[in-house]
């Protein structure tokens, strides 16, 4: 289980670029690469222009994974609902923790930070007593261990629970069905009109045959 978690946490992070604009918060320059774009579900992008759902939507962080894999950069955030949503996916037992500085996955009494690529095989309640357990899996990133200690060392609280998560994952499968129907419907449309052409062209033939055929027989009477 211990090799399957790590090697879930550095796949993710290998799949994933960090990118903050303004030191390591989220601001409003931001949204171009945070809100939904048009090309993620054209319908949730409408959507992000009414005032009721720009808040979420300018800052709309995927909870299935193919979705946010595909668009191929996120936060901490992110990528671990990335991780959960795949151990989820397999009956693994995961829960996502935050802390103002940081958030992620513990699994098993294993930590998965995929925003890093670091997996420490420990739980998240020895390295709060203890944060100087993580230096040693942290060490390629000197210059933010001091953050990650204290982030460590802080109070972790679960970002939602498993309800939560299936619930916006039901939203996200809903719109990805929706957005289909649109132009299956302009399709569909499109093959009548094209049948109702044809028929009338036949007909259109058929009203110019019948006067020659009348014409013909009379000649020949």
Not at 40 to 61: G, I, Q, T
Not at 114 to 131: A, K, R
Not at 137 to 152: I, V
Request: glycine residues 6%; proline residues 5%.
């Amino acid at each position: 289980m211990q090799a399957y978690l790590e090697r879930l946490t550095t796949a993710v992070a290998g799949g994933m670029v960090h990118y903050w604009t303004e030191g390591d918060r989220w601001a409003a320059a931001d949204v171009p690469y945070t809100r939904i774009g048009a090309f993620d579900n054209y319908l949730l992008w409408m959507l992000s222009f009414r005032p009721e759902y720009r808040e979420n939507l300018r800052n709309y962080e995927f909870v299935t994974p193919r979705k946010a894999l595909d668009r191929g950069y996120g936060f901490c955030s992110q990528v671990s609902k990335i991780v959960y949503s795949v151990l989820a996916d397999q009956g693994i037992e995961a829960t996502i923790y935050s802390a103002p500085e940081h958030t992620v996955v513990e699994s098993n009494g294993n930590i998965l930070d995929s925003d890093y690529g670091v997996f420490v095989p420990h739980s998240l309640e020895d390295v709060q007593q203890d944060p100087s357990i993580i230096d040693t899996y942290y060490a390629q990133f000197g210059p933010m261990l001091p953050l990650l200690r204290r982030a460590y060392g802080q109070a972790w609280q679960p970002l939602g629970t498993a309800k939560d998560f299936n619930d916006v994952r039901a939203y996200e499968a809903k719109f990805e069905r929706l957005k289909w129907v649109p132009p299956l419907a302009l399709l569909a449309a499109g093959v009548l009109l094209a049948a109702i052409g044809m028929v009338l062209r036949h007909h259109e033939r058929l009203a110019r045959l019948v006067p020659l055929w009348v014409r013909r027989t009379a000649r020949s009477i």
